[in-house]
Nanobody, 119 residues
């Protein structure tokens, strides 16, 4: 199984940018579809973005389309989430997740990284 560790979160002003990284060990991210999710305090976890195993297909929540970009560099065993034009409502703990093809649910999750966007 794969272990995932997110990094890159922090405090940023509205309109700014952050790049989150998800580093994998114990397995290759090329074996998995990858996703980013987020959870704000008192809120349900929500989908942010997904990327196919080869990186050729992506999907985004409507709330982040045009602002966030998910990417992967399989040779580095890393998945990224570039977040631009950040808004206070983007404040949440962001989680990286991996899903094997044919599985309904994401199986592996990182510990999360906090993103806080100030006004």
């Amino acid at each position: 199984q794969v272990q995932l560790v997110e990094s890159g979160g922090g405090l940023v002003q509205a309109g700014g940018s952050l790049r989150l990284s998800c580093a994998a060990s114990g397995g290759s991210v090329s074996s998995y579809a990858m996703g980013w999710f987020r959870q704000a305090p008192g809120k349900e976890r929500e989908f942010v973005a997904t990327i196919s195993r080869g990186g050729g297909s992506t999907d985004y929540a409507d709330s982040v389309k045009g602002r966030f970009t998910i990417s992967r560099v399989n040779a580095k065993n890393t998945v990224y989430l570039q977040m631009n034009s950040l808004k206070p409502e983007d404040t949440a703990v962001y989680y990286c997740a991996a899903r094997t093809i044919g599985k309904y649910e994401y199986e592996y999750w990182g510990q999360g990284t906090q993103v806080t966007v100030s006004s």
